[in-house]
Structures are given as C-alpha cells and as structure tokens.
C-alpha cells in the first residue's frame, strides 16, 4: 500500500510563493507518474501538473509557467514550487502517485490533502 504525505501548504498573498512537498512510503522509481491535483469548494478535481518516470512534465494552461514540479529521488519526494500565486489558485492541494498494476491497468493513490489559500 503506497502512503503519500503532503506538506507546506498554507495562506500566502497575492504574488507570494510557497512550495509544497510529497513525501512517498517507497521509492518514486515504482510509480509510473507522480502529480498534483487541486480541489476548490464546488469544483471538481482538477490535474494542476505531473511528471513521469522519464521525467516529462505537463502542466495545466492556468499554472504553466508559474508552477514547477520537480522530485528528490534520494527522499522519495515530489515538489511543486508555485510562484506568483493568485486567488484561483486557492484550493486543495493532492498528491498523486500512479501504479502501473497491469499493461491495460493503473491504479492511484492519493495524499490527505493540504491546504493553499491565496489572499488578495
């Protein structure tokens, strides 16, 4: 069972920065991918960005260009460093890890969540 642990979230203004970290229970070499998603209040959940095993990434049109996701394979992290924040980007944030079970088959795991509100 694959255990995800986010931190760094919080409240930061309009412009500010803050970087939020996912801590996996087994090496990130297993997963197939690793992400962000994003959950606001009435919304559905959203990919904010990703990267693969090889180390390709994707963003979401909203963030790209703000928001960096990068991994410390020595810690068994993913990062996600977001940068001139905007009250959009206020949600919660989850981590994300991908299994690949079979060819045809994937299965996802998921962080607690954790917290980012922007203030104008």
Known sequence: QVQLAESGGGLVQTGGSLRLSCAASQ??????????YRQAPGSQRELVGAITSGGITNYSNSVKGR??????????TVNLQMNSLKPEDTAVYYCNARVRITPWNDRDYWGQGTQVTVSS
């Open 67 to 76: 928001f960096t996701i990068s991994t410390d394979n020595a810690k068994n």
């Open 27 to 36: 090496s990130i070499f297993s997963f197939k991918a690793m992400g962000w």
